[in-house]
């Protein structure tokens, strides 16, 4: 046998009352929804209609209890439709699904509403909803009385006295909750969810009636400039986030029904730091902090939008994530390019700043969007050896783009580079080397090179056949102390004069010097592994250049002493390795304690100490 389901409706009531939404101050959203979106409707039947909401903060006398009315002007209810929407739990007459709620709630995209539901929210603050309604569709409607209870229970009455066309609603506070009936939290609810709203929303508080949103959607007023319009929404901006920001930037879309203004930071957020925004839905208030409506790459605006084509989530503080939003945000990402690509051409100057506050979202923009790097790449600021400048003042010096991508190889380069008088780039900060690897590619005729040790050695000078014959003895003893090393010695002259000698190494000889660091941590088994992987020995993969215009290294050549050479030649090669802030491993950890300790007895000897 079949059975319905059966329903407690206490539980239900409590359910989507009490756990559904955010807190007790959605009741007041709910009712301007429900007034709005009943004017709406009014408007379909009579397009003249305009349509206004009041609220009225009743204050207690003697031991009453403060209580509120709520009135609209809007489309009021008949009989049937009370029964039938009012009383009907997650019934609407919104859905325009063909149930036959009647010609003026054909069309949902006009309307809030859509669950059915949210009059509910009104329990958490009241222990009945007292309704009066009178249907616009006909003039000789009556005016009904309808009182719900949270128990479930509802009981209709027509009235004799008549008024208004429209819907009256009427909470009386329940004890616990005096704080959401007081003037200001009214006021203040009132104007933060309807403060777009297109009919005026008046609330009167103690013999004192104010219109809460007089002053409408900043973005959509007239004003006499362009500036000026800026000036009156970096004004709006600092009312509202307490932020004077450095610019504002309106936003429209067509497609996707979109409007409103986005706030660029002052400051560099953290790139981790989500930005949250203010949203408006059909220019009601939805969420204060709505995520996933931008670009990740913009964290450094924040939005104040209006959006007529994003669906709520049942809550109605946040918006469901589908191709809608998808929709949203890429049409939002573009205007902000657009933005960005305007300035370039319209205010450099205050791009240079903006970028200078902003280049981390900037450099991950660029690294997805070519015409966007075309625009910017050169505006960036980069370090190079003779000092921070931007792209382009680099490329306007320097045929090719030189840069190392690692901050250690850059400190040891950028020494030889300077003396050279060779410009090079420290691209070693987030995204720098990924955005100079497109350059390219993205600029037609743009070269760039990675620099290494190696490619600054080609411009260095070879010596002379007499230098050559001074330095011989030299030279091959230090390439016989270093073979175990699968380091090879080359003698050059370069500057700057100071640096004795350069260790380079090639583009693979990472890899190598890392094979060896782990054999000597792992096991027999393993390190025949990595002896196999390093693939056959390919010889030194690792040069020391020597440089004969250095003092130490001319004098080194006159040494005749074997020993003394061999214990100056290593100890170079450990000093250079350091310098070009490689790792050492054991050996070269050993060679360098021993080296230490030698010279130490050496000096002590030349000084005559003698053994003991
Ligand atoms: N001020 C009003 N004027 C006219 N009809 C109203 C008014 N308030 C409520 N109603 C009727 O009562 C129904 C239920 O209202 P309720 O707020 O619970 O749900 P909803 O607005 O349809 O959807 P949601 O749960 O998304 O708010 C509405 O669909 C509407 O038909
Ligand atoms: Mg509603």
């Known amino acids: 046998v079949d059975y319905p389901f059966k329903i407690h409706l206490r539980g239900i009531i409590d359910l989507l009352s009490h756990h559904l939404y955010s807190g007790p101050q959605v009741f007041l959203r709910e009712l301007l929804q429900n007034g709005v979106d009943a004017i709406r409707a009014r408007q379909q039947l009579e397009p003249g209609h305009a349509g206004e909401i009041a609220v009225e903060v009743i204050e207690p006398r003697g031991r009453g209890r403060p209580a509120l009315a709520f009135v609209d002007d809007g489309i009021g209810l008949t009989d049937e439709e009370i029964h039938r929407f009012l009383s009907t739990i997650g ?12 010609a003026a709630w054909e069309r949902p995209v006009d309307f809030l509403g859509q669950f059915g539901i949210g009059l509910l929210s009104c329990f958490i603050v009241c222990d009945e909803i007292v309704v009066l309604t009178r249907s616009a569709r006909r003039p000789e409607a009556p005016t009904i009385e309808w009182r719900g209870r949270p128990d479930g229970t509802y009981s209709v009455k027509t009235l004799d006295q008549s008024i208004a066309p429209g819907t009256q609603v009427y909470l009386t506070c329940k004890t616990g909750h005096e704080e959401f009936f007081t003037p200001e939290h ?45 000036e009156g929404l970096l004004e709006y901006g600092r009312n509202l986030f307490g932020i004077d920001f450095f610019d504002a930037v309106p936003l429209r879309s067509e497609s996707c029904r979109l409007d409103g203004v986005a706030f660029v930071l002052p400051f560099a957020p953290s790139p981790a730091a989500r930005q949250s925004h203010r949203v408006y839905l059909k220019d009601m208030l939805v969420s204060e902090n709505a995520e996933g409506l931008l670009p990740d790459w913009a964290f450094f605006v924040r939005c104040v939008v209006n959006t007529e084509a994003l669906r709520p989530t049942a809550s109605r503080d946040a918006f469901v994530d589908d191709e809608a939003l998808g929709d949203a945000r890429e049409a939002l990402g573009e205007q902000l390019r ?50 921070t400048m931007t792209l382009g003042e680099y490329r306007r010096r320097n045929d090719v783009v030189r ?13 030889v580079a300077l003396a050279q008088g060779v410009c090079v780039i420290n691209a070693a900060y987030t995204y720098d080397a990924e955005l100079l690897a497109r350059l390219p590619s993205v600029i037609e005729g743009a070269r760039i090179e990675l620099v290494e040790p190696s490619v600054l050695a080609q411009g260095f000078e070879d010596p002379t056949l007499d230098e050559r014959d001074e330095a011989f003895e030299l030279v091959r003893l230090a390439d016989e102390v270093l073979a175990p090393y699968q380091c090879a010695v080359e003698l050059k002259k370069f500057f700057p004069e100071g640096l004795p000698a ?39 993969h690792a040069r020391l250049f020597l440089n004969y215009l250095n003092p130490m290294i001319r004098r080194m050549a006159r040494v005749r002493d074997p020993a003394l050479l061999r214990r100056t030649v290593e100890m170079l090669y450990i000093q250079s390795l350091l310098l070009g802030h490689q790792p050492l491993n054991t050996r070269e950890l050993t060679l360098l304690n021993e080296g230490l300790i030698g010279l130490i007895e050496w000096g002590l000897a030349a000084q005559g100490g003698g053994h003991d």
């Not at 450099?348 to 075309?374: C, G, M, N, Q, V």
Request: charged share 30%; glycine share 10%; with cysteine.
């Open 502 to 540: 350069l260790y380079s190494t090639d583009p693979d000889a990472g890899l190598y010097r890392s094979l060896d660091e782990a054999k000597e941590v792992s096991n027999p088994l393993w390190s025949s592994v990595l002896e196999h992987l390093a693939g056959p020995s390919a010889g030194p």
């Open 186 to 230: 009214v006021r203040e609810s009132a104007a933060r969810y309807g403060g777009l709203l297109p009919c005026p929303v008046r609330v009167a508080a103690g013999g004192d009636t104010r219109t809460v949103n007089e002053e409408g959607a900043p973005w959509r007023r007239r004003f006499e400039s362009e500036r000026e319009r800026t």
């Open 338 to 387: 657009a933005y960005l690509l305007g300035l370039s051409s319209g205010d450099p100057r205050r791009l240079r700043r903006l970028i200078a506050l902003h280049s981390l979202t900037i450099k991950a923009l660029a690294l997805h969007d070519d015409e966007f790097y075309r625009l910017f790449v050169d505006w960036l600021d980069f370090e190079t050896s003779h000092g």
């Open 403 to 415: 840069f190392v991508p690692d901050l250690d190889r850059f400190r040891q380069i950028a020494r």
């Open 91 to 102: 019934e609407s007459s919104k859905r325009g699904d063909g149930a036959g709620a009647g």
